[in-house]
């Protein structure tokens, strides 16, 4: 069984900190008990829909870091999600590693994804990419990383030890990541409406990001 030190993940390292604060957000400047839900990787038929039914049944807004081509396939499930109040991030056109991409190439896909997904919110895929692909996209693009990570895809780690990475990770002006991915749907499912009741049990309001962060 993992420890929980191994899967409790926090800011992304501080190289990409010191990065101005105007480009790249790990955690939202805040003075009360605010956070920010954001899911990665969808929309896709078999996750998106749930999750958004957690959300409407807690009233709670987030924000969905969507793949371009997964917004090509299933346009109605991303039409939803704005219906629905969220807002949208681009997460690169096929979820594209920055450290195995060239800079142009990667400048490409993430632009390929703003032809489906109009945003000024970007989070990396795996939270990776280079310097030289942040000096071509934070003109075009806010970076969003994040404070707190579930670990939600990770087949190693329980719906348990994902509600536990959360909820012990929260802060004010957290941006907490979760998944709705097919790997991740266990997980998400089982951790997510805990985690929202915990949050909102202990005076926490949730907000979705947009792009005039």
Known sequence: MPSLKRFTNVCPPWFYRVLSPRYLLCQVPASNRTAYLTFDDGPVPEATPDVLKVL???????????????VRQHREIFQHVLEDGHTVGNHSFDHINGWKTSPGAYYNNVMHCRDFVESRLFRPPHGRFTPSQYLLLKKEFRFVLWS?????????????????????????????????????????????????EYALSEGYSFEALNGAL
């Open 56 to 70: 409407h049944d807690y009233r709670v807004k987030a924000t969905f870091f969507c793949v371009g081509n997964n």
């Open 148 to 196: 707190v990570l579930t670990m939600d895809y990770h087949h190693a780690v329980s719906p348990e030890q994902c509600f536990i990475n959360a909820k012990e990770n929260l802060l004010p002006g957290s941006i907490i990541v979760f998944h709705d991915s097919v790997k991740a749907k266990k997980n998400l499912l089982t951790a997510l409406p805990g985690f929202i």
